[in-house]
């Protein structure tokens, strides 16, 4: 039935334009399965002509649908998220086949990203203006809020669905059009969601999506073009820096999530048991590769061995297999780059003296062992670089201060995570993080309407909630001289 899906949505996208039959489209790429290495299926390998057409399309389609009221738009809104609803078996296999996620997280990211599409859907109706009390009797002062316009939109392999409605949804709310290119490892998703918006009666050219294996060719026509005013990025870091410096050539409003390398803390006086099992959600869901995941877990030296026992016992129980079976709980890295950077990761420590308690192994294929490493310390590339894998390294501290200091010592600042029972710690060492996301006693804190979003490396910006919104709206001050 996925199968079937997937095809009627290609036919569907080549109707709409999604895969224009010029001649850049003659050429397709195929996607693999990292679990099985078989060809998932085939995606139109866009150029920068394609880029161009994508461009006047989106542009000259702004006008009209940021003249729809936010009434009319959350209504076609409603009925994409429906439709997301619907179809959530078929995406959810699509997403598992793609890149590898295990079955039942993809239908938990189905449900996830069409909350996104649900909450802007009416969020969308709260752009709220303000009127500014004069200096001047015969002066009124406004100030309202107006979509930004054209948005290039580019998202990661990770959430091939929720890190498109996360951009795509209050885009679209605002009055913006968007043209969004999904990675190369899992773009099939992204051209599904596009096709059910056009079931949904959404306009086709109002929400595009470009499939690439050449990101950077077709990105070049976008940066180069003044008409398209806003770049929303999700991606590593490395990649974040080079857009945001070509978005610069056109002074572009900027969104980028970029990478993470959380810090989880547990203090002496946690509940040790609900750590371990929030440690275990948020370490080794969609196999380690998640930007929040939890990269370095500090743990206080009087529990650290009460820890570990709880934690190896669970890290061995982890099931890894198959993506497409129910029971799954760790799949493949999504591909061989992604191995080796664990793999790498891995020797390193233990050349440099951490033990694997539980695992340490690469394969088979590109699947890697769930694996927990203890005698940690600083000097390892784990404790520094985003792993992106199903590697637990657990670092030994005994001071409040040093552990800030510590989970602070990293260009990165997207989330932490601390586990207390003390109030006053709680808040102490949550503003003294240098993070843009903290998880008190909670290693799943991402829900729609909640900002999401990193310091310093990790990104600027917020996607989610109302400040998802304001990303796409820009202020305009409107000042009347009364007759
Ligand atoms: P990536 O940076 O390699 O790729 C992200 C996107 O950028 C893809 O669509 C890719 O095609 C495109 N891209 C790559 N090079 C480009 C170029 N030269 N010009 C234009 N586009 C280019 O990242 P990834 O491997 O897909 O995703 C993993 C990374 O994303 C991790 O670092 C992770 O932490 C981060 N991430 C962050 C968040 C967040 O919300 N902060 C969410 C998910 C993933």
């Given at each position: ?263 989880f803390l547990v203090f002496e006086d946690a509940?040790i048991?609900?750590a ?21 877990i500090y743990v206080h030296a009087s529990i650290r061995e009460a820890f570990v ?85 657990i670092i030994s501290f005994t001071s409040e201060?040093d552990v ?14 601390l586990w207390t029972?003390d109030?006053?710690r ?58």
């Open positions: 039935m996925a199968k079937a899906i997937a095809l009627r949505t290609q036919r569907r996208s080549e109707s709409r334009g999604f895969s224009p039959g010029c001649k850049e489209h003659m050429k397709t790429f195929n996607i693999i399965n990292p679990a099985t290495g078989a060809v998932v299926g085939a995606a139109a390998d866009a150029g920068a002509g394609d880029a161009r057409a994508a461009i006047e399309r989106a542009v000259a389609a702004f006008p009209l649908w940021k003249a729809k009221t936010a009434f009319e738009r959350g209504d076609i809104l409603r009925r994409w998220r429906d439709l997301i609803l619907k179809n959530e078996e078929a995406i959810a296999r699509l997403m598992s086949n793609e890149m590898g996620k295990p079955i039942t997280e993809s239908r938990g990211e189905v449900k996830y990203a069409a909350g996104f599409v649900d909450w802007y859907a009416e969020e969308g109706k709260r752009a709220y203006g303000d009127i500014i009390p004069s200096h001047a009797g015969a002066k009124r002062l406004l100030a309202t809020r107006q979509p930004v316009g054209a948005v290039y939109a580019v998202t990661p392999w990770n959430f091939p669905a929720a890190m498109v409605t996360r951009k795509v949804a209050p885009a679209l709310a605002a009055g913006c059009t968007v043209v969004l290119k999904p990675a190369e490892q899992s773009p099939l998703t992204a051209v599904l969601l596009a096709a059910l918006w056009i079931e949904a009666g959404g306009p086709a050219d109002v929400f595009q999506v470009l499939t690439t294996a050449d990101p950077a060719a077709v990105s070049e026509p976008f940066f180069a073009d003044a008409r398209v005013r806003k770049l929303t990025f999700t991606g590593s870091t490395e990649v974040g820096k080079l857009l945001y410096a070509q978005a610069a050539r056109t002074v572009k409003r900027v969104s980028l999530e970029l990478g993470g390398h959380a810090p509940d048991a609900a371990v099992t929030q440690v275990m959600a948020t370490k080794f869901r969609n196999a380690g590769q998640t930007c929040v995941c939890a990269n370095r026992t709880k934690m190896s016992d669970a890290v061995r129980a982890l099931r890894v297999g198959d993506p497409l079976s129910d029971t799954t709980q760790v799949g493949p890295l999504v591909d061989r780059a992604g191995l080796d950077k664990v793999a790498s990761h891995v020797s390193d420590a233990v050349a440099k003296g951490a033990r694997a308690v539980v695992g340490g192994q690469a394969g088979p294929g590109l699947f890697f062992e769930p694996t927990l490493l203890v005698d940690v310390v600083a000097g390892m590339r784990i404790l520094e670089e985003e792993t992106f894998g199903p590697v637990a390294p201060a800030v200091a510590a989970a602070n010592n990293t260009p990165y600042g997207l989330a932490a995570y029972r109030l006053g709680a808040f102490r060492v949550s503003e003294a993080l240098d993070y843009g996301i903290i998880g008190v006693n909670d290693g799943l804190p991402a829900t729609p309407h909640a900002p999401f979003g990193g310091v310093k490396a990790s990104g600027i910006g917020r996607e989610g909630g109302r400040w998802g919104l304001e990303e796409y709206l820009d202020v305009k001050y409107v000042s009347i001289a009364l007759p």
